[in-house]
């Protein structure tokens, strides 16, 4: 009997130290894989912050001619074909696979770089872009990505989804440059 109580207690020390050491490497594992994920999401944070510092100088230097055409005052109609007349090299600037439009409220109405799509019921304020550079007032903005108006619209063009920057430059005009999202 004795000889079973010594071989039962040294059975139940081997199976407390086995759950102590899983319990151990366990925690360990845990511990690393949080130092982990914090090393990747400050990468993934620095890498991001790089990279809208980038669009937000692309942003600068295409509103210069902006702001040099409005000094003009041209009516609205003359800075919507401006902006259409200009919108290659806007393209150009940004590449193709990110730049997806740039436009601007303007004496009234949406002076836009792109002739498709009915916007006669369009209204700036009800868009995020227009409201978030509102609220910055006059500092340039990132909007989170969203949906843009002709995707949310009864007449979508194609499901996307578009990121912006966006700036008020004074009041009732703002600036819209949007950047494409494709993954």
């Known amino acids: 009997m004795k000889y079973v109580l010594s071989r039962f207690s040294t059975l139940l020390v081997e199976i407390c130290l086995t759950i102590a050491i899983c319990t151990i490497i366990v925690l360990s594992s845990l511990a690393n894989l949080t130092i982990d994920s914090r090393r990747f999401i400050e990468t993934v944070n620095t890498e991001y912050q790089l990279i809208i510092n980038g669009y937000i100088s692309t942003f600068r230097a295409l509103t210069i001619p902006i702001h040099q055409e409005l000094a003009r005052d ?86 996307k989804i578009t990121m912006t920057i966006a700036q008020q430059y004074a009041e009732g005009i703002s600036f819209d440059l949007d950047l494409k999202i494709n993954a």
């Open 74 to 159: 041209p009516s609205f109609e003359d800075m919507d074909r401006w902006l259409k007349d200009h919108d290659g090299q806007f393209r150009e600037a940004l590449g193709a696979d990110t730049y997806d439009g740039f436009a601007m409220t303007y004496k009234g109405n949406l002076a836009r770089t792109w002739s498709e799509g009915d916007y006669s019921r369009f209204d700036p304020n009800t868009r995020p872009w227009y409201q978030q550079a509102r609220q910055a007032r006059g500092s340039i903005t990132v909007v989170a990505p969203y949906i843009p108006y002709m995707a949310a619209s009864n007449q979508p063009t194609e499901k």
